[in-house]
């Protein structure tokens, strides 16, 4: 199973989705207290997938 479930969404009306990152319980111990980082970019459907917004990168640590 990948550790990111549905990357991919349509944003609501208020502009909004929600996207889950879940580590498997056999991953490494050592990745506990991990910094990753996390953007976004918005996709314009109607003009042909073209890349339209790009978010900062912000940080989320993995936690157990």
Do not use: M
Not at 7 to 30: D, M, N, Y
């Amino acid at each position: 199973s990948q550790p990111l479930s549905q990357p991919l969404g349509i944003l609501g009306g208020q502009g909004k989705a929600t996207v889950t990152f879940a580590l498997t319980p056999s991953s490494a111990p050592s990745l506990t207290g991990t910094t990753i980082w996390h953007s976004v970019v918005v996709f314009d459907l109607v003009g042909g997938f073209a890349p339209d917004f790009a978010s900062n990168a912000v940080p989320a640590a993995l936690v157990p």
